[in-house]
């Protein structure tokens, strides 16, 4: 019911913006969140959006990353400034409802230095 896009190859410094579309209706949607799993490495947390717009930000990624989404929930954004190698991962959205959690696949962020 997920789809992420937007990876991609990008140099040092670059930008990416990943989007994450939903099909389908999640009903009582309460936050929508990125997360990210580099090689070798458990998955993290990288952002998430409130239905009442309220965000967060992991500290490695705050001031570079801004998390948003569309008013009717059905697509959710995160724009990446200022990409550095350790940005290099597989993100993934995740949208949370009083019914549980729903996971669109991964989309790939390679960062070259």
């Known amino acids: 019911q997920l789809q992420a896009s937007g990876g991609g190859l990008v140099q040092a410094g670059g930008s990416l913006r990943l989007s994450c579309s939903r099909s389908?209706?999640?009903?009582?949607?309460?936050?929508m969140a990125w997360y990210r799993q580099a090689p070798g490495k458990e998955r993290e947390w990288v952002a998430s959006?409130?239905?009442?717009?309220?965000?967060r930000y992991a500290d490695s990624v705050e001031g570079r990353f801004t998390i948003s989404s569309d008013v009717a929930k059905t697509t959710l954004y995160l724009q990446m400034n200022n990409l550095n190698h350790e940005d290099t991962a597989v993100y993934y959205c995740?949208?949370?409802?009083?019914?549980?959690?729903?996971w669109g696949q991964g989309t790939l962020v390679t960062v070259s230095s």
């Open positions: 995740k949208f949370n409802s009083p019914w549980g959690d729903v």
């Open positions: 959006i409130t239905a009442g717009c309220h965000k």
């Open positions: 389908g209706t999640i009903s009582g949607i309460r936050v």
